[in-house]
């Protein structure tokens, strides 16, 4: 079965500081696709980024950037410079191919709280 | 285009008492689901469904009951609310389409049962 991890359950930091949010994930499947989701407190989820299994390129969107490697089944998300508008709830999911209508399975998320 | 709707936004029930959350989405996706997220256990999956008339259980499907009659709606039904039903619950559509698929969330309902 499949099963993600965020050991980070809060994470503090000063404006301007780097961060980064950690994302282990479980699967027996060798094609899935891993997200991470954003939620501010307004409560909504935020789509960030989808990565398939097939794909360990880094990817870089401004100051956000994400690290995949299969050798630690890891999927890291950091945050360069952070801002107080980051602090949100960040969520890191798993959606195995052999999933009916791609199911989603969630960590239970990392709070980041960014002060100024 | 709304994306995904969901009413209400907030609920207060008292145990026993049934009630259906609504669900709505004007993107045309096969794929929906309904999903809780409780505090440090971030969201599970309740029901699914991959087309209209077709439903299937998630990872915590009792006490919930869900019909899809159309391709637009696919409502959550509470039978007998429970206080461990107090929740935030979320609506999700994808296209079901692996290579490109993204599933797209609801605003939330957020649920007391007392």
């Known amino acids: 079965a499949q099963k993600v991890t965020q050991a980070q359950t809060e994470i503090s930091v000063v404006e301007k500081e780097d961060v980064t949010l950690d994302c282990v994930y479980e699967?027996?499947?060798?094609?899935?696709?891993l997200f991470w989701y954003k939620q501010p407190p307004s409560g909504e989820l935020v789509f960030l980024i989808r990565?398939?299994?097939?794909?360990?390129q880094n990817e870089i969107s401004g100051r956000y950037s994400w690290n995949f490697q299969k050798s630690t089944s890891s999927f890291n998300f950091t945050i360069t410079a952070s801002q107080v508008v980051d602090s949100a709830v960040y969520f890191c999911?798993?959606?195995?191919?052999?999933?009916?209508?791609?199911?989603?399975?969630f960590g239970g998320g990392t709070r980041l709280m960014v002060k100024p | 285009n709304a994306g995904v709707t969901q009413t209400p936004k907030f609920q207060v029930l008292k145990t026993g008492q049934s009630m259906t959350l609504q669900c709505a989405q004007d993107?045309?996706?096969?794929?929906m689901s309904w999903y809780r997220q409780d505090p440090g256990m971030g969201l599970r999956l309740i029901h699914y469904?991959?087309?209209?008339?077709?439903?299937d259980q998630g990872e915590v499907p009792n006490g919930y009951n869900v019909s899809r009659s159309t391709t637009e709606d696919f409502p959550l039904r509470l039978l007998s609310a429970a206080p461990s039903q107090t929740s935030v619950y979320f609506c999700?559509?994808?296209?079901?389409?692996?290579?490109?698929?993204?599933?797209?969330f609801g605003p939330g309902t957020r649920l007391t049962v007392l």
């Open positions: 999911a798993l959606s195995e191919e052999d999933n009916a209508g791609n199911m989603l399975t």
């Open positions: 699967t027996r499947d060798t094609t899935y696709y």
């Open positions: 990565r398939n299994s097939f794909d360990e």
């Open positions: 993107m045309n996706h096969e794929y």
């Open positions: 469904s991959v087309g209209a008339g077709i439903t």
């Open positions: 999700a559509s994808n296209t079901g389409l692996f290579g490109t698929d993204t599933q797209y």
